[in-house]
């Protein structure tokens, strides 16, 4: 049940930002929110990651969709394992959903949050699967503990 939370929170948060940026913004233009740190820049990535594949809309679409089938099935099949495991597989395929959305509605995802001391903008999507990954890389490292301490 938690996972259907995460999982709507996040496409939800996601795409009603992108709305906004979308309703009130014209694409390349930046709003500081604290001068010279923060700003929502309205921009447009036709790629994945740091536009990686740009003007690939069918490939990624298609890699996209596997990865999110399979993460629905392991959220799924590994439901017993819950926790941190659960929870990480829901961020993924929120943020992965919301991303979809744009690329299946405007061939393109919708970006916005940019910071200096990181040059790529992003969005809550992104947010979801990056923050997931980590979860994800945490829950197998104590997992991993665990093990060591057993044996």
Known sequence: MISVIIVVAIVLLDQLSKIAVRSFMTEGQSISIIDG?????YYNNTGVAFSFLAGHRIIVTIVQVIALVVVA???YFMKGKGGLFEISLAMILGGGIGNLIDRLVFGKVTDMISFSIFPPVFNIADIGVTVGCMLLLLDLYLDIRREKEIV
Do not use: A, G, K, V
């Open 37 to 41: 740190f923060f700003s929502i820049t």
């Open 73 to 75: 099935l392991f959220i």
